[in-house]
Nanobody
Framework: QVQLVESGGGLVQVGGSLRLSCVVSRGTFSFYAMAWFRQAPGKERELVAA????????SYADSVKVRFTISRDNAKNTVNLQMNSLKPEDTAVYYC???????????????????WGQGTQVTVSS
């Protein structure tokens, strides 16, 4: 069973930066497309950013484009989310997610994810 563990959340002021990391174990990291989701109180979970298995393709929610960057390090079994110019509306629990992707479709980004981390809280104060 693939396990995902997030880290890097915390409290930051408006305009600040945070870097979230997610380490994947019990699975071959390079076989999985990866994504970051977030869920704010009273709101539905939303996709923030995703990266294909191959790393050749990324996708971002319109609300975070330019400000956030997703990256992966296959040697360290890690996916990162660099968050800059943070806003109060970025406050949420951030979840790392993984989905197995066959090699033949390695450049695609899945629409659903079967493996999830426990989440890390990000709070942006104004």
């Amino acid at each position: 069973q693939v396990q995902l563990v997030e880290s890097g959340g915390g409290l930051v002021q408006v305009g600040g930066s945070l870097r979230l990391s997610c380490v994947v174990s019990r699975g071959t990291f390079s076989f999985y497309a990866m994504a970051w989701f977030r869920q704010a109180p009273g709101k539905e979970r939303e996709l923030v950013a995703a990266i294909s298995r191959s790393g050749s393709r990324t996708s971002y929610a319109d609300s975070v484009k330019v400000r956030f960057t997703i990256s992966r390090d296959n040697a360290k079994n890690t996916v990162n989310l660099q968050m800059n110019s943070l806003k109060p509306e970025d406050t949420a629990v951030y979840y790392c997610a993984a989905e197995y992707t066959p090699l033949a479709t390695g450049s695609l980004i899945p629409s659903t994810y079967n493996y999830w981390g426990q989440g890390t809280q990000v709070t942006v104060s104004s």
